[in-house]
């Protein structure tokens, strides 16, 4: 398998003089299943547009096209890039749009589909030219054939979110974005007049055992490519609940896990280029990773799974 950074960062697309080096294009990635036709892509962030515009110059007389786009979430920053996807405008284009089934009543087509009406984008759904699949996932494992078997798996985020699990090969890729660590929900302090006691206790191991689940998920990849927004000084000052990483905490999950490498993504978009290389040299380094590879993903940047 191989893979391909289009887009790292999170939340929204961050261009400019300081974001040159990891890049301002929201998240997506290219997976190529090495010895077989099939195209895998997951997520829709703003960097799918030069995706788009690459698969077209490999394939300049227009030939079929298809591919299969995992979607983590619906939120903007994770869609916003499907639009400028140059080949959804060819009719030789087939796509299967896969994404997590919500408590909300529209389906995924419509939430999707919502961005090309004429209030926001002067195309509209129904004059594309693709033809477009889509198909509601759930937690669980499945069989795409030739081999591939993929684990979806509930993360923690405000939205309904999926983490994908892509066996192939013996090899195994692992995404885990937009999510943070689970915690108490419930009050842990006698002197809270909401404190009760059983309460505390249950939401200490709800905790306990979902971040556990969330570990077992990632256990043993060859690639883990995990959300990464805050360093636990940000986190705790005012982040938690907003459904992202805290750097330290991926890191020593991933080693417990024994993660071969990990990619730290969705970068702040605030976060400039130097910011993430001094992040890089902390984090980065044989003390704070041990034997795990770990890196900052960079736009552009390929890793090969073999």
Known sequence: MRLKFWGVRGSIPSPGSETVKYGGNTLCLELQIL???????????????????????????????????????????????????????????????????????????????????????????????????????????????????????????????????????????CTAYDTEPFYNVFSTDPADPSYDELLASEGELAAREENQRMEDFFCGADLLIHDGQYTMTEYECGKKGWGHSPIEYIVDAARRASVKRLAICHHDPLRSDSQIDELSETYCSRESSGNMETFFAREGMQVEIS
């Open 35 to 173: 010895n077989s036709e099939r195209l895998i892509i997951i997520d829709a962030g703003s960097g799918m547009r030069a995706l788009g515009d690459n698969i077209i110059s490999q394939n300049p007389k227009n030939g079929q096209m298809q591919a299969e786009i995992f979607l983590t979430h619906t939120h903007l920053d994770h869609i916003l890039g499907l639009p400028f996807f140059a080949p959804i405008y060819n009719a030789r284009t087939k796509l299967k749009i896969y994404g997590p089934v919500t408590c909300e009543e529209a389906t995924l087509k419509d939430v999707i589909g919502g961005q090309f009406s004429y209030r926001y984008f002067p195309v509209r759904q129904n004059e594309l030219e693709a033809t477009i699949e889509y198909i509601d996932l759930k937690e669980g494992r499945y069989d795409l054939g030739d081999g591939i078997e993929l684990t979806a798996k509930y993360l923690n985020h405000p939205l309904l979110s999926l983490g994908y699990r892509i066996e192939h090969g013996g090899k195994t890729i």
